[in-house]
């Protein structure tokens, strides 16, 4: 059915209006976040129009990928009630067409939605994630209002017989530049004998470079200097992977950041989660189109069941709600990161075949 002439027009109508879709979606993304990053960063020094479009540019893929499960499933009914509306369905089902046969054509089209999203949205808005975070550093830097972020780097490192905890409230670089840091160096007795104020931190081969140093040592009183060094065991690809942010990931190096973490002895629950999310996002569109079905198959000859519609929403919605929260327990280790993901998707897709064969089957 899928190639044949009917299953490649709904295929081909399917595609068009999740295009259009897209298009409106992102451009509702884009004015809403240049507004609010506008309000949020417009008084900063490098700030401008130019640059401040840039920045939501970067920031729209991340934004869209949230949205697009529940867009897959406005997508789904918008183009079913469409050909309901207008006989096409009818007539397809009168020509002996089963669900299963007609109904192919957009769960492919939603597939290869999500395979589009997990291959070419998802790297795009992880570079995009990046990105926009380092300019925005780059505009606070500059502004000397350095953001207190909710993810604070605490590093805790043994050199040369002494320990050494080094935070910051800010970081770019994968972690190898830190900006408003402290470092704190204890003797052998777990006794502070030095505390560094720096304006910032830059991880060089063995040690770290501390500008704009204010010194303060027990009983002394406080000396500042342009740089200070401090001698560590930590290597860049350590950093990487502790600071590392699923979602600031593309999916074709998640595996390679989970190998790397598993390495350094890291919790890589979050990247497994985020790695499975990806993974099954194509099925996860597939179980909302078939959602999607359920509600809007049946003939009105005026318009559908406003009741029924809203119950289609609202199954939709849950099971988005319903992915996002066992992601959250996948990524805290409360439930394995494998069967917090698959398991919602497998049931959702099996609970609207079900639906769909009582349906056409009785």
Do not use: C
Request: charged residues 15%.
């Amino acid at each position: 059915m899928i190639f044949s002439t009917l299953g490649r027009y709904f295929l081909r109508r399917y595609l068009v209006t999740a295009m259009w879709f897209f298009l409106g979606v992102n451009a509702i993304i884009f004015l809403a976040d240049f507004s609010e990053t506008s309000r949020r960063l417009g008084s900063m020094e490098g700030f401008t129009v130019l640059s401040g479009l840039a920045f939501t540019a970067m920031r729209t893929p991340l934004i869209f990928l949230q949205t697009l499960p529940t867009l897959t499933l406005f997508i789904g009914m918008t183009v079913l009630i469409a050909l309901n509306r207008r006989y096409e369905l009818v007539v397809t089902r009168a020509a002996g067409v089963s669900v299963w046969q007609f109904i192919a054509p957009f769960a492919a089209g939603a597939f290869i939605v999500g395979l589009w999203a997990m291959l070419v949205v998802n790297p795009l808005a992880a570079w995009g994630q990046q990105q926009s975070a380092s300019l925005e550093t780059t505009w606070r830097e500059a502004s000397n209002r350095a953001r207190k972020s909710s993810f604070v780097p605490w590093i805790r490192q043994a050199s040369e017989g002494t320990d050494t905890i080094i935070g910051a409230k800010s970081y770019q670089a994968e972690g190898t530049e830190l900006f408003d840091v402290v470092v704190f160096h204890f003797d052998e007795d777990e006794r502070v004998i030095l505390r560094q104020d720096a304006a910032r931190a830059k991880l060089e081969d063995g040690y770290w470079t501390l500008t704009d140093v204010l010194e303060n040592r027990p009983g002394e009183i406080p000396v500042r200097v342009a740089t200070a060094q401090v001698r560590t065991n930590l290597k860049q690809e350590f950093l990487q992977e502790s600071l590392s942010q699923p979602e600031a990931i593309a999916f074709y190096d998640l595996l390679r950041k989970i190998r790397v973490g598993k390495s350094f002895g890291l919790p890589t629950k979050p990247l497994e989660t985020q790695f499975h999310s990806l993974l099954s996002l194509p099925l996860l569109l597939v179980a909302m189109t078939l959602i999607a079905a359920t509600v809007t198959l049946k003939f009105s000859r005026f318009a559908q069941s406003r009741s029924v519609i809203l119950g289609g929403i609202v199954a939709g919605f849950v099971l988005y709600v319903v992915t996002v929260l066992v992601k959250a327990f996948g990524s805290s280790g409360a439930v394995p990161p494998f069967v917090a993901v698959w398991v919602p998707v497998i049931v959702a897709t099996a609970l609207g075949a079900t639906i769909l064969l009582h349906q056409e089957d009785g």
